[in-house]
């Protein structure tokens, strides 16, 4: 799989992939969503220009045939050889064909071999347990930390419960 880095003309269908991809009935269509967790926005154009134009932040995008994107990931340089991914995302609609196995292990050999990274960290809601089965059978074990969900921080994310964490998983690359 290719993956180019996106385009500040990307924001507008970036973000509508993402939000089709984690919320919502369109979400539905894949089983990688939030849906069930959330019923606010995942994220806005704003915040995906800013991970275009942060240079610490790489946003990659696979594209289909047509140019259009198809999926997506974001890389996020934590220093020291650790890199964060997260909005691993995979259009609704071509989930369950192998391209979020596919996108997950361009977006590690990227970071590996294109940025210099030896660590991948990620954080699961632990609340979706045939993600984390997922993750750990592409090598993602739990560290042990656990992150309270940012409820001050996003009021704006209709969270469906009061209890919502992540759990940290990392991988040696």
């Known amino acids: 799989m290719t ?13 509508r992939l993402v939000e089709r991809a984690y919320r919502g ?20 154009e704003d915040e995906i220009a800013g991970f275009i134009a942060d240079p610490t932040r ?11 994107i198809c999926a997506c990931v974001l890389l996020h340089d934590k220093g020291d050889g650790l ?12 989930q ?18 294109a940025l210099g990274a030896t660590r991948m960290e990620m954080q699961v809601f632990s609340r979706r347990r045939e993600l984390l089965a997922f993750y750990d059978r592409r ?6 930390e656990r992150r309270p969900f940012p409820y001050a ?12 964490e992540f759990l940290v998983l990392e991988k040696p690359l």
Do not use: C
Request: aromatic fraction near 6%.
């Open 3 to 15: 993956l180019e880095e996106a385009r500040p003309a990307d924001a507008p269908a970036l973000h």
């Open 153 to 164: 921080e996003w009021p704006q994310s209709g969270a469906l419960f009061d209890d919502l």
């Open 96 to 113: 369950g064909g192998g391209m979020g196995k596919g996108l997950l292990a361009a977006a590690e050999t990227h970071a590996r071999d």
């Open 139 to 144: 090598g993602y074990r739990p560290t042990g």
């Open 25 to 44: 009935d369109t979400a539905r269509a894949g089983w990688s969503h939030e849906a069930d967790l959330l019923t606010g926005p995942r994220t806005s």
């Open 83 to 94: 890199f964060y991914l997260g909005m691993l995302t995979v259009e609704p609609a071509i």
């Open 58 to 68: 790489h946003l990659l995008v696979a594209r289909n045939g047509e140019g259009g």
